[in-house]
Structure formats: structure tokens, C-alpha cells
């Protein structure tokens, strides 16, 4: 059986960009997330240092790829990058080794 498979992405907001608009930006792709056959759970947060953290958790390495291009071909996308600062995104897919839940 495969692993599940955390899509952690790391990034900066844009100069202007507000941490509310951004936030409900981000609520609009919960429907095309939750749609995706293999989602397991996601949150965002914001580091006190302004990064930002966007963590997903996926059934499997294949579904969390070909969510991540899907992703990009969405109506929403080019906002959602207009949003985050150039340069500062950065996207990594992990093994879930081991996780605890309450």
C-alpha cells in the first residue's frame, strides 16, 4: 500500500496583497481540493516572519502530483499566484511516515 504524501508549499505574499483577501482567495479552491479523489486533509498558516505555509495531505505520490498540475490549470490559479510574491513559492511532496491525530 502506499504511503500518504504531504504537498507542502512555502511562499511570500505579494507586495499589497492582505492577509484576509489572500485568505478567502485561498477558501475558494477548497471545492476543487475536496473534489479530488485521494484528499486527505489541508491548512494554511502564516509564520510570524510573513512566510506563508500551504500543507495538504494526499492518499498517494500519484495523486498528489497530478492534483498539483491540475491545480495550476484552474480559474483561480492565476490569481492565487498574482498573490504570492515571484520567486518565493517553493513546492516539495513528502512521505507521511507516521501521524497523530486527537
Known sequence: MDKHVAEIVTFRL????????FVALMQR?????RAQSGFIHRQL???????WT?????QDMATAQAVAQ???QQEFAP???A?????TAKM??????WMMVS
Open 45 to 51: 498558516s502564516q509564520g510570524a516572519d510573513g512566510s
Open 79 to 81: 490569481e492565487v499566484m
Open 54 to 58: 500551504d500543507y495538504v495531505i494526499w
Open 92 to 97: 516539495r511532496h513528502e512521505q507521511v511516515l
Open 14 to 21: 505579494a507586495d499589497g496583497a492582505k492577509t484576509s483577501e
Open 70 to 72: 491540475s491545480f495550476m
Open 83 to 87: 498573490a504570492i510574491a515571484p520567486d
Open 29 to 33: 479552491t477548497e471545492a476543487f481540493v
